[in-house]
């Protein structure tokens, strides 16, 4: 007669290895699918809350001590209308110029020349931002 290996409790010892392994793929698959949640959750909001008019400072000019000029890159819809807000800021850091550039252009990619009128010397002209006219 050959001999029985004992049986042991059922639960006395805890789980068995194949238990804990299975607990531990559960809970990575479970972190790993809130992140992939999270991800796609995350790229659709900023697809639906993206800009539809975006703007670019290809390059600016100091003309005189009244004058700026600079070139913007724009892209949008072409049936959408926008603004784009452009700064200038003297050598002591305060704002000389501030100018609304309306773009009601029928194109979806274009550039622009705006000619800003200061109040004193411009060291620096930057583009605040682009939105569409709907939000201005």
Request: glycine share 10%.
């Amino acid at each position: 007669m050959a001999a029985e290996s004992p049986t042991l409790p059922e639960g006395r010892y805890g789980r068995t290895a194949d238990q804990r392994a299975d607990r531990k793929l559960k809970i990575a698959a479970i972190v790993l699918g809130t992140a992939l949640a999270g991800g796609v959750g995350w790229a659709g909001v900023h697809y639906l809350t993206a800009p539809e008019v975006t703007g670019q400072l290809i390059r600016s000019r100091t003309v005189s001590d009244s004058s700026v000029q600079a070139v913007l890159e724009i892209r949008k819809d072409k049936s959408t209308e926008g603004v784009c807000t452009l700064r200038s800021l003297g050598s002591d850091g305060n704002e000389v110029a501030r100018k609304d550039v309306p773009l009601e252009r029928g194109r979806s990619h274009f550039t622009q020349l705006v000619t800003l009128r200061t109040t004193a010397w411009a060291a620096a002209t930057d583009l605040e931002g682009c939105r569409t006219a709907s939000n201005s």
